[in-house]
């Protein structure tokens, strides 16, 4: 959540944003931020809170950061130097310890003195020579160390002393875990987890591409021979043009993945658990195993270890086998039966210690792969126990086996956050549990829908069913009882559990002391929506009735209050923009809220304050809920809104909420800026000549009547401020700049005014900053009654609850059906529905057209249907705004210039359609036919084989003469088979009529998915792969003949598996959150060096609370590597980069258009750092990947083909080259206008490669071409213009000399005197220069001087941007939006 003031004192000065946006969009002014870095990263949403930029003085910048810390740690000290302090705290000096473990060396470890002995343990389980060890205690001179001990209590420990590892007798629980242990080393390089997505395994396929680790450049050929031996044609399917995008490459061949077979069979044996005699010999269980050479033997676990023992299948014999051999580690005893095992168990760790170790961290979420290998299935007693435990994760660690889940999530937010190192461990604590959860109730929903699982009422239908499984509680999505009857039945009870998320996690991010939510995760799996919550503690032995004491069982047909209630959500009312007010009980009482009604709060028996049904904590859309005798504002009539909705429970976006009251609270500035400077200015002219026709005057203008007013307001402004006098006589001046006017410039005075006269403290001084104004905590009655006439007016213009001070809140309940509000508050219940409508209008009139506006300058680039979602969400908008935001592009005169968005929209749209329908089409569907019914929908979605035939399930357990009988039945005469009636026409036109009646968007292909496919552009495989993520599908990867009209795409041994698809909260790190903003801050004034000292900060951080592995960090890790770039630390940013790659890869998916980023800046690190092939290798990845995600035709792919040219064009393969570039070119012309700086550079890089294969004419063309671009868009006087001629006049006179030659060959043949031509093969600093143009990284030789006055500028630009850019920082983006460059 960001602070409203942020933008205070830059808002005011120049009323006029819609000059500002234009400004900023001419060439000089973007030259002037050059050494801005264009990489909004990913986790950075909101402003960046640039204390720097402020031109209060400190009392201000403090108020300012302490307010965008509204979300949650409200508490924490913010002011930057004493967060530096805390830190210090944290970093302890390391120190180092030697270790000895028997039968090896004693070797050195590091060690921090916060680390407890546990994780010295971890370590010493990971080594390769000691990693069969797990039981074993550490020793320091003979005193065992108590395992949950930090290192720094552990008397005696210091630098270099000796911890001996001690083997220890096994219990049962040790000696499974030894087990265990074994199997998952044996396991290490099996991707096999990562396919079927089990404990947070997931792929990654970088280090196919860098051969290992990229560090080593020592290893690599030198330098001067690579350029001979780099193969760089790239494959056919990744050339421009081409038509075929094959499936197979998307997971290409990991050569260490070759299963290396250290044993055929480790299992439990049958004659588990030992009898009560073997039991006191000391046997804790008994193993069978089958050798590599295929010798079979029998294994005793004992107290003491390892040993054969002489049972055979059927027979017990107990006794040590000959020779004995008993070993306290199985590996030791292995080793010595096998030969085989010993020499293959060698070589696998190598290997697994070997990789990096990005590759084999588990990520905090599960990640599912939609696409898999056939993988052999291979037998695994781990893995068959733990499918039939409720184990989760290693939960024998913990005692008392099943997780309290509510009691740990609650408590953790309990723990303590007076200081940093207390906020860490809190949340780290937070996250962990989370994660915990997620995956526990993911497993748990998973159970329910499979039929593992007893229902608590067994006696009612199935879908009325409720379940607890591991102390979690699942429901599921439909309307029960007719709960939701009048809000749209199952409709509405699908969308209640992501609204009631969506509440949870507004509330969990405001983290109020006291108050408490339940933790909730929303799975789809099959078909079903599962809602996996933490159980109350005692809410399943009362009834419900009793145990509301807060809000309303019955939908507000009878409503309670309580005061303690009252005072918790008091506090989340203005973070949230909710409403305080009275709604009438079955009694006509009034009775006080702070909350929606059906927000219920039920004390528990631990006696926490829980609240639960948060599914209407925002305000409902009306936009999508027609209400009898409600008029909505003109801008939505205009559009066809009100819509009929599938259900009554649309709601606003908390962004939309927030980027509201932000450009209303603009708004507010600017009237009150306008009355002031009308009233200074009739003081200055003592024109004391009384009207009233200005009051009136901006009154009508600002009539709360959507949001034209703010595009009226301006003009006036601009106007004349004199022009309509004020109505106050000016008896007692108004003292607005006593102290402000004299610190500060004579033009930044009125910015520093109107930030405090408005909010009702006018004589000057910092005390009630604005900020604190804003939040209302101090209302002082005005001292000025005319400065108080101007809030006041301000006030009712935008429709604020307050009349002193600027607050805007929203009433939740307000058109809720059965909701009744007591007479007395008509006003402001007209006043709020008046702010609702305005919002509704405020999200078609203003949102959808910014997105618009920033897809088609190019500040905002989706490439697949995640990320369009994403890039819509962050605005504000639903998705349920897909089909308005299609028209919008459709009659843009633009168009051309928007076609990725439109295709990327009509993608999104069609496979959300199909979504809907597979919804209900698979709950039709028994388990035994799954794979038939889901080979059939997708056959019906997008192979061209016009009949598809479901092939149902063969009975093959039925005698033969059944059997002939079945095949030839008749598709659909069973019950269960429905599905398989379906047709490919049916199912497009039931899409063309979802997309009608839910998104109002009329698609023109309703007979098949060809016609869709020639219409809009659309690919096949980005069609599935796009279906496939969004229902879970997994599918079989080879070469997918869709096109075919013979047979169908899809056999039903394609489909490998369906995953669910999780929705839950995500705990953020916020205090690393801030270290990262304002990093990106320092970085975008230019101080890079104070930047990247505080993103390293930032990275510490979110290391400590996320572990090693999650998105942030990854963004974290991508804008160090840009910095250590620009710094010139080139072997550095590899480093950082190559992390973020695995990173992106792991914990976002392999071809998630983040991943394709991250691999185009990875090349070009390489390519700095002399690695070309490895360079091109990844450039190629890049390419396939979007072709697969969005297709060719995308302006991101202009910049990944010139990179590709420009890398050919550095080893001399000029054709491929050229093939790349003009590609490049077409794209840009396309999506920027012929005209554009970007077509310019385009131009000028393929001319350089005609110059290079010596094609003057064609260079000479293009270079015209780009040298009149340039003298149009700067002008003559420019460097790039002077730069272009000089290359024009060069080509030139190679051109005439060339043909001077070929002249003097015609005249005197053979013996002609050549005079040798100047052919160069261009210098790699060349083509570096030129990569880093086009990535939008310029370097820039600058004096001292220079550089302070940049600063001062980029300062001024960042001021002036701040005010008109409402923060769009887009995720995953890196461009350069027409940057002039500049070279060095």
Known sequence: MVSKTDDIPESVPNCNTVDLARDSETANSRESSKTALKDPCACATGHNSDTAVMNGDGGHDQAEEADSKQDGSADAESVEDSNEQEVIVIQDTGFTV??????????????????????????????????????????????????????????????GSLLKVVEEPYTVREARIHVRHIRDLLKSLDPSDAYNGVDCNSLSFLSVYTDGDLGDTGKRKKKGSELEQIDCTPPEHILPGSKECPLTPIQPQNKDWKPMQCLKVL???????????????????????????????????????????????????????????????????????????????????????????????????????????????????????????????????????????????????????????????????????????????????????????????????????????????????????????????????????????????????????????????????????????????????????????????????????????????????????????????????????????????????????????????????????????EELAPESQKLGFPRQHRHRLACLRQELIEAFVEHRYLLFMKMAALQLMQQKANKDNKTAALQDTSAADVHSESKPQAPEASEKVPETTAASPTSSESPITPEEPVKPNATTASDNSAPEAPASQNAEIPTGNSNGTHEPSAVEKQNGECDSPLEDPKSREVVLNACKAVGSISNTSFDIRFNPDIFSPGVRFPDYNTEDIQKQKQLLKDSAAFLVSCQIPSFVKDCLEHSCLPMDGATLTEALHQRGINVRYLGTMLEFVNNMPAKAQLEHIYRIGINELITRCAKHIFKTYLQGVELSALSAAVSHFLNCLLSSFPDAVAHLPVDELVSRKKSRKRRNRVPGGGDNTAWASLTPSELWKNIVSEAQNYYHFSLQCSESVDQAVEKYGLQKITLLREISIKTGIQILIKEYNFDSRHKPAFTEEDILNIFPVVKHVNP????????????????????????????????????????????????????????????????????????????????????????????????????????????????????????????????????????????????????????????????????????????????????????????????????????????????????????????????????????????????????????????????????????????????????????????????????????????????????LDDKLPVDD
């Open 1068 to 1375: 953020k790190a916020s205090d690393a959150f801030h270290f990262f903003q304002s990093g990106q801050a320092k970085v975008q004034q230019g101080f890079l060096k104070e930047g990247c000292e505080l993103i390293n900060e930032a990275l510490n951080l979110f290391n400590n609370v996320y572990g090693a592995m999650h998105v942030e960090i990854c963004a974290c890790l991508r804008l160090l590597a840009r910095l250590n770039y620009i710094m010139g630390d080139h072997p550095e940013a590899l480093s950082n980069q190559q992390k973020a790659v695995l990173m992106s890869e792991r914990a976002l998916g392999i071809e998630h258009p983040n991943t394709i980023q991250e691999y185009m800046h990875l090349a070009l690190y390489c390519f700095a750092n002399g690695q070309l092939s490895t360079a091109l290798k990844l450039l190629y990845r890049a390419r396939y990947l979007m072709l697969v995600v969005c297709g060719e035709d995308h302006p991101e792919m202009a910049l990944l083909d010139s990179n590709i040219g420009l890398v050919l064009h550095g080893v001399m393969e000029y054709d491929l080259s050229l093939r790349f570039l003009e590609n490049a070119l077409a794209i840009n012309s396309k999506y920027h206008g012929p005209r554009s700086l970007k077509v310019a550079l385009s131009h000028h890089l393929v001319a350089r490669v005609y110059e290079s294969k010596a094609d003057f004419r064609s260079a000479l063309q293009h270079e015209k071409e780009g040298y009149t671009v340039y003298k149009n868009q700067v002008g003559e006087a420019h460097e790039k213009t002077k730069e272009s001629s000089e290359y024009l006049k060069y080509l030139t006179q190679q051109a005439v000399a060339l043909q001077r030659t070929m002249n003097e060959i015609y005249k005197n043949g053979s013996n002609a005197s050549i005079m040798p031509l100047k052919f160069t093969a261009p210098s790699m600093a060349s083509v570096l220069e030129q990569l880093n143009i086009i990535n939008g990284i310029i370097f820039i030789p600058l004096s001292q001087k220079d550089l302070e006055n940049l600063k001062a500028e980029v300062q001024r630009r960042q001021q002036l941007q701040d005010s008109s850019k409402n923060e769009e920082q887009q995720a995953n983006q890196l461009e």
């Open 98 to 159: 030697k270790i000895q473990a028997p039968g090896t060396e004693p070797f050195d470890l590091q060690v921090s003195p916060q680390e407890m002995v546990q994780e010295i343990h971890q370590v010493l389980m990971d080594r390769e020579d000691t990693c069969h060890r797990t039981c074993f205690s550490l020793q320091l001179d003979g005193n065992v160390l108590d395992n949950f001990a930090e290192l720094k209590s552990i008397e005696g420990l210091q630098e």
């Open 267 to 629: 299992t439990m044996s049958g004659w588990n658990p030992p009898p009560g005699n073997r039991k006191m010999h000391g046997d804790l269980m008994y193993l069978y195993i089958v050798t590599v050479e295929d010798r079979h033997v029998s294994i005793t676990a004992s107290t003491r270890g390892f040993y054969l023992n002489q049972s055979t299948t059927y027979t017990f014999n107990p006794k040590p086998a000959n020779p004995s051999f008993l070993s306290h580690s199985l590996v030791e005893l292995l080793s010595q039966i096998s030969p085989a095992f010993k020499k293959n168990f060698t070589t696998l760790q190598k290997k697994r210690v070997q990789r990096h170790p990005f590759e084999r961290i588990a990520t905090p979420f599960q990640v599912y792969s939609w696409t898999a290998p056939q993988i052999d299935h291979a037998m695994d007693c781990v893995r068959a126990e733990d499918a039939y435990t409720s184990r989760l994760g290693y939960e024998e660690h913990i005692p008392g086996q099943t997780r309290d889940w509510n009691e740990e999530l609650q408590t953790t937010r309990e723990l303590s956050r007076k200081n940093l190192p207390e906020r860490l461990l809190r949340e780290r604590a937070i996250f962990k549990v989370h994660s915990d959860f997620a995956a526990a109730a993911t497993r748990g929903a998973m159970a329910v829908i499979d039929g593992n699982v007893m229902a608590i009422n067994p006696g009612e239908e199935t879908r009325m069913q409720m379940f607890i499984w591991n102390n979690i509680f699942f429901s599921l999505g439909f309307d029960v009882r007719d709960h939701y009857r009048e809000l749209g039945g199952d409709a509405a009870a699908h969308a209640a559990p992501t609204n009631d998320l969506n509440g949870v996690r507004a509330y969990s991010a405001v983290d109020v002391e006291g108050l408490y939510t339940l933790g909730t995760v929303v799975v789809d799996y099959r078909g079903y929506r599962v809602t996996a919550q933490s159980i109350i503690p005692g809410i399943l032995e009362r009834e419900q009735e009793q145990s509301v004491i807060y809000g309303s069982i019955d939908f507000g047909k009878t409503v309670v209050s309580h005061p303690k209630y009252l005072e918790l959500l008091e506090k989340t009312s203005r973070p949230l923009k909710v409403h305080r007010h009275d709604v009438l009980n079955e009694k006509d009482a009034p009775v006080d809220l702070c909350s929606s009604v059906e927000c219920k709060g039920i004390i528990g028996n631990d006696g926490r304050h829980y609240i639960l049904d948060l599914l209407r904590t925002f305000p409902p859309d009306l936009n999508f809920l027609p209400v009898e005798g």
